[in-house]
Structures are given as C-alpha cells and as structure tokens.
C-alpha cells in the first residue's frame, strides 16, 4: 500500500476568504496535537506533540498513524551544517539497517517519516511507544519495511518509478499501557528525559476543544486512494467536514534547497555504470516556491498522503497559515509552535534557525462528505514540470527486468522457495539479479567459538535469541543445514564479511579475519538492494517541490537580485549556524548515553539483558 506520484505531499493555493474553523473539536476520540509539556520540562525540543484521547493497551499498534519511510542518502553536509531539519531525521544505522546499505556511505544516511517519528520527544529509558521496525528484533524488515502492494510501485519502465517512497509502514507499538491524555514518546538513543520522571502529571495534556492549540487528528485517515488505475493512498475524510472547518493542521520545518542536494559524486563515484539523482528525495514532498530558497517540510500525521486531484476534478481543499490564539502566545518558549517572527526574517536566518517553526492548517473549501478523497492543488509549474517528465522519460535498459529485493522476494514466480536462502555454490548456476545481494546481522558482540590463529579465522554461534542485532553486513551462505528446530527446516554456516567504514560504529566493529558464524537462522539473512540500484536513486527520476501560490511566502523570503550581506550563495557550502542551540539535540556518538554505555559494558555479552 502506496500513495501515487500524485501525492508528493501538499500543495498550497490561495487562502479561503472565510476564516477556518476546527471541525468537530467536542467529538475528538483518538489522537490529538497539542503543546508538549515534556519538551517544556526537559529542555528537549519544543512545540507540538501528539497525545491520545482513549487508554492503549501495552503491545498494541498504532496501526491508524502508520506513514511512509522517506530515505536520504550521501546527506553528510546535514551533519556538518546540522540545520534545523536535521532535528526530525533519524540515522539509518541501529534504527532501520536495511536501508542504511542502499548507499556506500552508511554515517550519511537517514530517515524521515512524519507523525510520531518527527513528532514526540524521545528518550532511551521512559518511552511509551517504540519502533516496530529492523534493527531492534531479528525478523522485523520481513514485514515492517516491506513494499506497498505491487500495483502500487511502478515497474522501472513506468516514469513514476523512483518519484515517490515505496513505503507507507513506519509503525509504532505501545510498549506499556498508556493512559487517555498521554503525551506520546518514542523509544531512542538519547537520554534528555533519564534524569527526570515522566510518570507524573507532566505527560498527561487532556483535550480542550475550546482551544485552537488542540488540534483533533480524528478528521481525516489514509486509505487507498480513489484516483482511477489503482494509484496507492490518499488522503480520505473519516467524518464529514463542512466548508471552511480545519481538515487537518500540520508543523512545517523551514529548509534550505541546498539541505536537498545529494553530497557532490559521492554516490557517482561509486557506481560509475550508474549516474543518481542530484536531489534527494523529499524534494517532492517539500512546499517551495520558484523563486525562495525557502522549502517548508510538513511532519505531522497524514500530511504525506494528499494527493493532487485527477483529471477533470479541482481540490477540496487548500493550505492556509495557523492563526495564533492568545493560548499559543502567552506559553512557555518550549511549548510555543507557530513563530510567525518567522515571516519578517530572511531566507538565510529562517533555514538556520533551531527553536522556531510554523504550523498550516488545511482547510475546506467546499463540504466534504465521510469517505470522500480529499485533495490540494499540486500548483501550475509543478503538473507542467510533471507533464514534461511524462514526455522526457526514457527508462533505463534494465528496465524490463529490474525487479527491487522486495519485490523480488515476494513474487512466487522469480522466488519460488522465498524461505530457502541459496548458498554460494547455488548461485553459480542459479543466481540472485544483480542487483540484489545477501547481507546478514552479525554485530561486535557475537559468541566466540574458537580462533584459527593460523588462518586468521574466527568461528562463532550466531544466537537467534541475543538481541538486539543491529550491524548488517555482506555475507556469503556457505552450507545449508536441515534442522527440525526452526521454523524453515534450515541453519546456514555463513561468511561474514567486512565492509568500508564498519569500525566507524562500534556494535559493527569486528577483528580483522575471517568470520564464520555457524548457526545461523533464515532470521538473520536478508536479500537486499545492492548500494545506489534502488529506483530512488534513478538519475531521470522526478524531483520537484510542491509549488505554493504568489502571497503565501512573505517577500522577505523571496530571493532579492541585490546580494544582501545575510544571503547565502546558492552553491556555497552551508555552514552550521548557532543561532537557537539551545535546541539543537545532540548528534549520535555526542554524547555517551545510557542505553550504550550499558551495551558497550556488555560488548562481549549476549545482551539478553537489554
């Protein structure tokens, strides 16, 4: 399940004459923004978290706030300039492995998925929800990372292939029982809240729906998209909503373009055979404005499946600015959302500026009954740059038989014993695509059977049940071995092989040698894309902003002919700024927290105990 090439996020037109009002505020009974007091409390973040309106029970999905998988790669300049959106990306390595090895360079990989992910504060011990994807349980990608159902990804030859992320399955489990009125708050390596208990009134935000700073997310859900010929999710009104009510309202990070550029040929460098995409991907999922700098990244819940309307319709609805409420401006800093100071700045100090944000509102512009699609007006330049992609596109040579490792894996014809892994003599005469490669989970602290000092070999017990594994690596399957005990009839004796820049993690540093890890269960083997031959990383692949409408960004955003001494060359390197540290959360490998102290401690360990 999979939005279209449509979707590419929202896209802003004039504002409604009428001023828009929350829909159906007194009926809210899921999920809610509001104003975090945790963020308030611990110095960690600021504006908006999201809380829940009913009791969820431990274990649990959170199934109905499901969003897309958004990947950037070859993205280190983030880390060097760290602006403000490297405040709502999660890196690849430890949290979802599986797409870290899509590029060479894992350090400069990352995640972004709107809703939670981006959303509520994060700490390492007092969490309430946590993950449910690879890199914490063996077995995980099998089905969290999974593709979108088959007509919902285009085959290579389709000139919507690599235009928009194939995965709409970044989910969050309850991992203790939550009560109504709780603030959401995700499991990760940071340790901002151990110091403190979030277990008293502080987490607890009840509903107010005389407030404009309580914004109901019961409105709308995602659902299969009623554009005809089976385009993927949309965006579908959950009650109905009357013209000028408030569908749904969002937080924005202000970008720069060049945030979105990919690092200068690193991913080229690597595969020469192969040019990539210049743009990152969330290129097409940003609000923009040809002649700003300015891109504006939407991060709350839903906003990711809101398509443009199909042929021979007009949007519903339209994006406006939130309006403030006395509420919103007499709180904390912290709990403060929309900095419409913002409008008054220039490009260069909006996309620098850690602490602040804003926040849209999308409103109706006509009655939306229950069920109905809702849809944005994508803009003129954008459905003119679309119609010439259209025209321009030229697929790949490969193209007819390209198949990615997940839709590979999962077609019975190309796969027909999906859970049998074949060793290295089978695939000399029934080898996998080229594209494709084996990788397995093999970390740092595996059990030491015995060491060939002669041969420099070292021979290990892989154990299914000692987790988390978190380090992939390339592997070659030795030996296949029936054994009764596991649920595929199979162990495998398997070669676990180095790769560059493993000892820059350490739950992936190994001694030099070989590894031999007998033992290993089909858990712990994946058929993945090789580095840079995923359809995102298509050189031909469509990349634009979302356009907004003249008098949506204030003409201080707009680019001045006259070289202000504060502007920033569009092709200069962004340097990192300090304006708003205070808010700026610690890098990985900053600071030593807890939770990886305890695992360092424990290096040589099962880690059962975690």
């Avoid at 939005?3 to 829909?23: D, F, G, K």
């Avoid at 954008?382 to 040579?397: D, F, G, L, S």
């Avoid at 060793?423 to 740092?444: F, G, I, R, S």
């Avoid at 990383?537 to 356009?547: A, C, K, P, T």
Wanted: charged content about 25%; aromatic content about 10%; overall charge negative.
């Amino acid at each position: 399940m999979l939005q279209h090439y449509y979707r590419l996020l929202i896209a802003a037109t004039t504002a409604a004459a009428a001023a828009a009002q929350p829909t159906n505020q007194d009926d809210c009974s899921e999920f809610y923004l509001a104003p975090s007091r945790l963020k308030h409390v611990a110095s960690h973040g600021f504006g908006l978290g999201i809380f829940t309106r009913r009791p969820i029970r431990q274990g649990e999905p959170l199934d109905r706030l499901n969003e897309l998988l958004l990947p950037l790669y070859d993205a280190s300049s983030l880390d060097v300039a760290h602006p403000p959106l490297r405040e709502y990306l999660w890196p690849t390595v430890g949290t979802l492995p599986e797409l870290a090895i899509h590029s060479a360079d894992r350090t400069s990989s990352f995640w972004f998925a709107a809703g939670i992910s981006a959303m509520a504060p994060c700490t390492s011990f007092n969490f309430n929800v946590e993950n449910s994807a690879a890199g914490e349980m063996v077995g995980a990608p099998r089905w969290n990372l999974n593709e979108d159902r088959p007509n919902a990804v285009p085959l290579r030859s389709d000139h919507a292939a690599g235009s928009y992320s194939y995965r709409h399955n970044a989910t969050y489990i309850a991992s203790r029982d939550i009560s109504a009125g709780e603030e959401l708050v995700v499991d990760c390596f940071d340790d901002n809240f151990d110091d403190m208990s979030v277990f008293d009134e502080r987490r607890i935000n009840k509903f107010r729906s005389d407030d404009a700073s309580y914004m109901c997310l019961d409105n709308v859900r995602s659902g299969e998209s009623q554009i005809p010929g089976g385009v993927g999710m949309g965006l579908l009104a959950h009650r109905s909503i009357k013209r000028d009510d408030i569908v749904l309202s969002s937080p924005v990070v202000p970008l720069h373009r060049m945030d979105l550029i990919v690092d200068e040929k690193k991913g080229n460098s690597a595969t020469p055979q192969q040019r990539i995409n210049n743009y990152q991907l969330m290129m097409n999922y940003v609000l923009g404005h040809p002649d700003s700098d300015v891109l504006l990244l939407p991060y709350g819940p839903f906003v990711n499946f809101i398509n443009h309307p199909p042929k021979g319709q007009r949007a519903n609805a339209v994006i406006k600015w939130h309006e403030v409420g006395n509420e919103e401006m007499d709180a904390p800093r912290r709990m403060q959302f929309h900095h419409d100071e913002l409008f008054q700045q220039y490009a260069k100090a909006v996309t620098e500026t850690h602490g602040k944000g804003l926040v849209i509102d999308i409103v109706a512009l006509n009655d939306i009954k229950e069920g109905e699609e809702i849809y944005i007006d994508y803009g003129e330049r954008w459905v003119k740059a679309w119609n010439e992609h259209k025209k321009q596109w030229r697929a790949p040579i490969e193209a007819s038989t390209y198949r990615t490792a997940d839709r590979w894996y999962n077609n019975e014809s190309l796969n027909p014993n999906p859970l049998v892994v074949r060793t290295v003599q089978e695939q000399m005469t029934n080898p996998y695509p080229d594209n494709l490669q084996t990788m397995c989970y093999y970390d740092a602290d595996a059990k030491v059977v015995s060491v060939d000092e002669e041969h420099e070999t070292v021979y290990t017990y892989w154990d299914d049940d000692s987790l988390p594994h978190e380090c992939l690596r390339p592997c070659n399957i030795l030996e296949r071995i029936t054994d009764s005990d596991y649920p595929t009839g199979y162990v495998y004796t398997v070669e676990m092989l180095h790769f560059e820049g493993e000892e820059k993690f350490w739950f992936c540093a190994i001694r030099e040698g070989k590894h031999i890890s007998n033992t290993v269960t089909y858990e712990g083997i994946l058929i993945l894309d090789k580095p840079y031959t995923h359809d995102i990383f298509l050189e031909q692949g469509f990349r634009h902003e979302i356009g907004v409408p003249d008098g949506l960004y204030p003409k201080e955003w707009m680019r001045s002919k006259i070289r202000r001494k504060d502007d920033s060359s569009s092709s200069a390197p962004r340097r990192r700024s300090d304006v708003g540290d205070e808010f700026r959360r610690k890098k990985v490998g900053e600071v030593l927290t807890k939770k990886q102290k305890m695992m360092q401690d424990n290096l040589k360990s099962s880690r059962s105990d975690l």
